[in-house]
């Protein structure tokens, strides 16, 4: 998971429980949840998105060696 080690993470979570509070960590978890919710059906809806995927993945770099 991105190279990060159990140590790492308990450091990043320990982090954030002091910044924001444990209080405030549930809101914080729905407001992204929701956040990537909207982005999917986002993506899901707009046509364009999915042709500017299907273009990039098309192409093709050669290198001449």
């Known amino acids: 998971m991105f190279g990060l080690g159990i140590w790492e993470l308990l450091i990043i979570l320990t982090i954030v ?3 924001f509070g444990a209080k405030r960590l549930p809101m914080i978890g ?3 949840g929701k956040m990537i919710n909207n982005f999917k059906k986002e993506k899901q ?3 364009s998105l999915e042709q ?3 273009k ?3 192409t093709t770099v050669v290198e001449n060696s």
Do not use: A
């Open 17 to 19: 429980v002091l910044l």
């Open 30 to 32: 729905e407001g992204v």
């Open 45 to 47: 809806s707009d046509p």
């Open 52 to 54: 500017v995927e299907k």
């Open 56 to 58: 990039d993945e098309s």
